[in-house]
T-cell receptor
Framework: AQKVTQAQTEISVVEKEDVTLDCVYETRDTTYYLFWYKQPPSGELVFLIRRNSFDEQNEISGRYSWNFQKSTSSFNFTITASQVVDSAVYFCALSNAGNNRKLIWGLGTSLAVNP | DAMVIQNPRYQVTQFGKPVTLSCSQTLNHNVMYWYQQKSSQAPKLLFHYYDKDFNNEADTPDNFQSRRPNTSFCFLDIRSPGLGDTAMYLC????????????FGPGTRLTVL
């Protein structure tokens, strides 16, 4: 069975601190995709990144970076120099490959960045 | 430009009064999804369409129905809303600009009084 675990329910930091959101996944598939989505208070789910199971390269996008490690089944997300606008719920998700793909969601991590 | 559009953004209905939420997509993708998301929870998949093939999740109540008249549009019908159906309803599809990525609409916040 597929499963995504985000052990951190809530995190609170002060602006400019670095923060890492953890994501651990379980799957028996050899081909799969991992995602991070941001959900601000407005409610819309904003796509941040997708990684496929064959690409373990870490990625950096501005203040955001992602560390994908198949050996530990983890796909962690780091925000450097956090800002108040980063306050949101962040979801990690996993999908299989193929035509009828579905997302398996973690429970989300609520991040509060305080001024 | 918006790729997945949902209307209305906010909907208030009375207990037992049918309500329809709409979703349209400009990505021309053959798969569309409806999710329900309650406060402080992850999105929960209700059903999805693969072309015109309707795929219901096993635990989706019969009270929830869906229609997909064409590739672009999909509707969520709640036949007799209960108080427990108060939630955000999200529509999604896969597609460009990044393939193998699911894109979401802004959601409809439904309140059942």
């Amino acid at each position: 069975a597929q499963k995504v675990t985000q052990a951190q329910t809530e995190i609170s930091v002060v602006e400019k601190e670095d923060v890492t959101l953890d994501c651990v996944y379980e799957t028996r598939d050899t081909t799969y995709y991992l995602f991070w989505y941001k959900q601000p208070p407005s409610g819309e789910l904003v796509f941040l990144i997708r990684r496929n199971s064959f690409d373990e390269q870490n990625e950096i996008s501005g203040r955001y970076s992602w560390n994908f490690q198949k050996s530990t089944s983890s796909f962690n997300f780091t925000i450097t120099a956090s800002q108040v606008v980063d306050s949101a719920v962040y979801f990690c998700a996993l999908s299989n490959a193929g035509n009828n793909r579905k997302l398996i969601w973690g429970l989300g991590t609520s991040l509060a960045v305080n001024p | 430009d918006a790729m997945v559009i949902q209307n209305p953004r906010y909907q208030v209905t009375q207990f037992g009064k049918p309500v329809t939420l709409s979703c349209s997509q400009t990505l021309n993708h053959n798969v569309m999804y409806w999710y329900q998301q309650k406060s402080s929870q992850a999105p929960k998949l209700l059903f999805h369409y693969y072309d015109k093939d309707f795929n219901n999740e096993a635990d989706t109540p019969d009270n929830f129905q869906s229609r997909r008249p064409n590739t672009s549009f999909c509707f969520l019908d709640i036949r007799s809303p209960g108080l427990g159906d108060t939630a955000m309803y999200l529509c999604a599809t896969w597609g460009a600009p990044r393939t193998d990525t699911q894109y979401f609409g802004p959601g409809t916040r439904l309140t059942v009084l």
